[in-house]
């Protein structure tokens, strides 16, 4: 069982530069979302998704883009990296019946020369 | 969504059981009480939710209070694989958007 898979694991950037943030979910959920945290700190919510095609903005989307291009995959892009999006990126996704948990991926650490 | 406090730390005996409160005295009538937790490094992992019943599962027990004010998660056999970061989440059941407001949580320490 896959679940939610997060790519890369681990990166270090330099400011300035992009990437891109993959997330791939085998559950056939609707919902997909992406956090932040930071030390000593509760998830924040950056993006979300409730379906193929479509995006929203969460607490803190600011200096991030995001894409559903297929129903399993959510990307977050980070298109000029600044040291203040140095954090542990978590990905998750849930299914539309009734109240169902959100799966987590193991999160990516990013850190921001 | 209703705010809830959690103590920020709290330690258990291994083997011995946990219970963790959760205080949410401003909850709505229409809103669940959700538990996450959070081992060191790994993403959340949702544990139990309920609405005014117990609620029981294989991994913990929660118990709510009649007037819904506060709510206590039980882990009835601790082990040292349970020292993580707990949350107590309190949210509408459903909704569109679904996201979750995590808290600071408690940190609970399992020693041998």
């Known amino acids: 069982n896959a679940g939610v898979t997060q790519t890369p694991k681990f990166r270090v950037l330099k400011t300035g530069q992009s990437m891109t943030l993959l997330c791939a979910q085998d559950?056939?959920?609707?919902?997909m979302y992406w956090y932040r945290q930071d030390p000593g700190m509760g998830l924040r919510l950056i993006h979300y998704?409730?379906?193929?095609?479509?995006?929203a903005k969460g607490e803190v989307p600011d200096g991030y883009n995001v894409s559903r291009l297929k129903k399993q995959n959510f990307l977050l892009g980070l298109e000029s990296a600044a040291p203040s999006q140095t954090s542990v990126y978590f990905c998750?996704?849930?299914?539309?019946?009734?109240?169902?948990?959100?799966?987590f991926g193991d999160g990516t650490r990013l850190s921001i020369l | 969504d209703a705010k809830t406090t959690q103590p920020p730390s709290m330690d258990c005996a291994e083997g011995r059981a946990a219970n963790l409160p959760c205080n949410h005295s401003?909850?709505?009538?229409?809103?669940?009480v959700y538990w996450y937790r959070q081992i060191h490094s790994q993403g959340p992992q949702y544990i139990i939710h309920g609405l005014k019943n117990n609620e029981t599962n294989e991994m913990a027990s929660l118990i709510i209070t009649e007037d819904r004010k506060s709510s206590t998660l039980i882990l009835p056999h601790a082990t040292l694989r349970d020292t993580a970061v707990y949350y107590c989440?309190?949210?509408?059941?459903?909704?569109?958007?679904?996201?979750?407001?995590f808290g600071k949580g408690t940190k609970l320490s399992v020693k041998p």
């Open positions: 559950m056939n959920h609707e919902y």
């Open positions: 998750a996704s849930s299914s539309t019946q009734g109240y169902q948990p959100q799966h």
């Open positions: 989440i309190v949210r509408v059941r459903g909704g569109s958007q679904g996201n979750l407001i």
């Open positions: 401003t909850i709505s009538g229409n809103e669940y």
């Open positions: 998704s409730v379906g193929e095609g479509t995006t």
